[in-house]
């Protein structure tokens, strides 16, 4: 069946650095677009980097609020989130997201779903 396992999340504190994994099964997993989104208490949630790979390369996108200091990668069963100078806005709950059509555009369908991972991020 079908399985997105996050981990890596934990409690930091301003500054410092986490590296969120998803480990992916179940599917066709190079023909999708990956994607991790997080929320936060009483915020919508909110994708903030997604990858696919095609033609020879591969292609990210990174919401404007992390920009310069996340890094979304891949290989052939995982999907990391290298986040850097962590902010407390960055405080959430990450989710690791399986999509198409495999080109992530902005509507995307995000079909899969993983069960979550914390991240707090302290002053």
């Known amino acids: 069946q079908v399985q997105l396992v996050e981990s890596g999340g934990g409690s930091v504190q301003a500054g410092g650095s986490l590296r969120l994994s998803c480990a992916v099964s179940?599917?066709?997993?190079?023909?999708?677009?990956m994607a991790w989104f997080r929320q936060a208490p009483g915020k919508e949630r909110e994708k903030v980097a997604a990858?696919?790979?095609?033609?020879?390369?591969?292609s990210t996108y990174y919401a404007d609020s992390v920009k310069g200091r996340f890094s979304i990668s891949r290989d052939s069963n995982t999907v990391s989130l290298q986040m850097n100078n962590l902010k407390p806005e960055d405080t959430g709950m990450y989710y690791c997201?399986?999509?198409?059509?495999?080109?992530?555009?902005?509507?995307?369908?995000?079909?899969?779903w993983g069960q979550g991972t914390q991240v707090t991020v302290s002053e």
């Open positions: 997201a399986a999509g198409v059509p495999w080109y992530c555009p902005t509507d995307a369908n995000f079909a899969y």
């Open positions: 179940g599917f066709t997993y190079a023909t999708y677009c």
């Open positions: 990858i696919y790979t095609g033609g020879g390369g591969a």
